[in-house]
């Protein structure tokens, strides 16, 4: 069973930055594609950027430049290191594992850019 917890969001003012962590359970950021998901009032969930087991990334055009998803296996947590923060980036950030086609998530954290 996979479990995710997600930390680090919160308020800030527009052009800062934050680091989102999600702690997952052993081995499953070694074993499985992981994303950082939002979804801001109102809206659909939408993604933002996706590490695979090998390490290699992608990100969402809006992201792109200013996000970093990183992970560290040793930590067994996952990072969105966010930078240049606009309001448009306000949601609920979810982090996310793919294991054997199935999606497991956690319970989310805010993040506020005012």
């Known amino acids: 069973h996979v479990q995710l917890v997600e930390s680090g969001g919160g308020s800030v003012q527009a052009g800062g930055s934050l680091r989102l962590s999600c702690v997952a359970n052993?081995?499953?950021?070694?074993?499985?594609?992981m994303g950082w998901f939002r979804q801001a009032p109102g809206k659909e969930r939408e993604g933002v950027a996706v590490i695979d087991t090998d390490g290699s990334t992608s990100y969402e055009d809006y992201v792109k430049g200013r996000f970093i998803i990183s992970k560290d296996r040793a930590k067994n947590t996952l990072y969105l290191q966010m930078r240049d923060l606009e309001p448009e980036d306000t949601a609920m950030y979810y982090c996310?594992?793919?294991?054997?086609?199935?999606?497991?998530w956690g319970l989310g954290t805010q993040v506020t850019v005012s």
């Open positions: 996310a594992a793919d294991v054997e086609g199935i999606s497991y």
């Open positions: 052993e081995y499953t950021l070694s074993r499985h594609c």
